[in-house]
């Protein structure tokens, strides 16, 4: 496969975007109640992973000029980070380039590789300036390819998203190509046809190798849910699941799924170990309280010092959470709408639109007029929206 195309980059909805600003009080820092208290389980150095930084990293140091070593010490770091859900290995990748990491025309790996970082942290047009410049030095690059495409589908841009997508024809497994056009069809009114054809694509495909097989799973499920055919969403869930250790997006996605078909107590099962990841924090909370669980609160509670934390940080990767724990968990229409817009005016995935049109339909209705507009305009289909949207044509 052309430039270097690994499973490991291609997840397409760059699952880094699990993805803090608000109206929030003085945030207020976390104080432990005595010394035996848990703050952080940390990695043994037993672990795999693990011990292949610390491999990788001895040999930049004995190497500190060789770009190419840093840069897979970097692709470590950011894998582990999607994997995880865990954003400080995108700092720790940053830290790895930082020899490079200002140059204006450094080494091709690094400017794919700080794309993706760029991109991972929201910083969307510094990222496709990047990737342009790799490109406009090597058009046989699939990795810059698909990056751009899934910057430029995340922005809402579907018709120049399609167009990257299509350069990845001669570079990339088919799967991979197709799997990058119908991800982005059944966002732009090909819905129906863009499932049946990746459904195909995926079934006759033998070679592929695990990490592949669980994003195009994941995609499959989510544009069944978008089609009101929970019973294939799930399937392709339950098989996603089956296929490797489930990364942060994919039970992420299960959760909203989950959640969506009124079943909490799955939600619960699910995630009750992976809450070390804020995005999967929100999600056991919300499921915790559709029960009407004491335990809620205690989730809210961290949830509550995991935002404040966030915000003393100047993080605003996280908008989306954000808004929905605003107005799910802490009933404050107004703040999730503050959010919600902010959040839209970065990226417009389906579930970028859901909160703001909920949070609209709770505070401001005439708030969702433009995104209401935009929805209309790309033909996106979504089966999760038809409640808040009659419920905003219904008010004045």
């Known amino acids: 496969m052309h430039s270097k195309l690994k499973s490991g980059f291609t997840c397409f909805a760059l699952l880094i975007s699990l993805s803090m600003v608000g109206s929030c009080a003085q945030a207020t820092p976390f104080i432990p109640s005595n010394g035996k208290q848990v703050l952080e389980q940390l990695p043994l150095r037993t672990d795999p992973v693990q011990r292949e930084f610390a491999q990788l990293r001895k040999r930049l140091a004995e190497k500190p000029g060789d770009h190419e070593i840093a840069a897979e010490l970097a692709q470590a770091y950011i894998n582990t980070a999607r994997n995880d859900g865990d954003p400080r290995y995108l700092g720790y990748a940053q830290a790895a380039l930082k020899p490079w990491w200002n140059l204006p025309a450094p080494p091709i790996s690094v400017l794919v590789l700080r794309a993706t970082i760029l991109q991972s942290t929201h910083q969307f047009p510094a990222a496709l300036t990047d990737l342009n410049s790799v490109l406009k030095q090597d058009r046989n690059n699939a990795q810059a390819w698909l990056t751009r495409a899934t910057v430029l589908q995340v922005q809402g841009q579907f018709a120049q998203a399609k167009a990257s997508c299509m350069h990845l024809y001669p570079l990339a497994q088919e799967l991979i190509t197709l799997t990058c056009l119908h991800n982005v069809g059944s966002l732009n009114g090909e819905a129906a ?26 995609l499959l499920a989510e544009m069944s849910a978008r089609l009101s055919d929970a019973k294939t969403a799930d399937d392709w869930y339950k098989k996603a699941l089956t296929l490797a250790v489930p990364d942060s997006y994919l039970l992420g996605s299960y959760a909203d799924f989950l959640l969506d078909q009124q079943r909490p107590a799955e939600v619960v099962t699910l995630l009750k170990n992976k809450t070390r990841v804020d995005a999967l924090l929100l999600r056991y909370a919300l499921a915790l309280q559709a029960q009407q669980s004491p335990a809620a609160a205690e989730q809210i509670r961290l949830l509550d010092q995991r935002f404040d934390a966030a915000i003393l940080r100047g993080d605003t990767v996280h908008q989306r959470e954000q808004a929905r724990y605003e107005l799910q968990l802490k009933n404050r229409p107004a703040a999730a709408l503050k959010l919600a817009l902010l959040n839209w005016d970065i990226q417009k995935e389906v579930a970028d639109l859901r909160i703001l049109l909920e949070a609209a339909a709770a505070q401001n209705p005439q708030a969702a007029a433009p995104a209401i507009a935009w929805l209309k305009q790309n033909k996106l289909e979504d089966s999760s929206l038809k409640t808040v949207l009659a419920k905003l044509e219904a008010k004045p």
């Open 193 to 218: 046809s863009s499932y049946t054809a990746l459904s195909t694509a995926y079934k006759k495909s033998t070679d592929t190798d695990s990490g592949t097989k669980i994003w195009v799973a994941t």
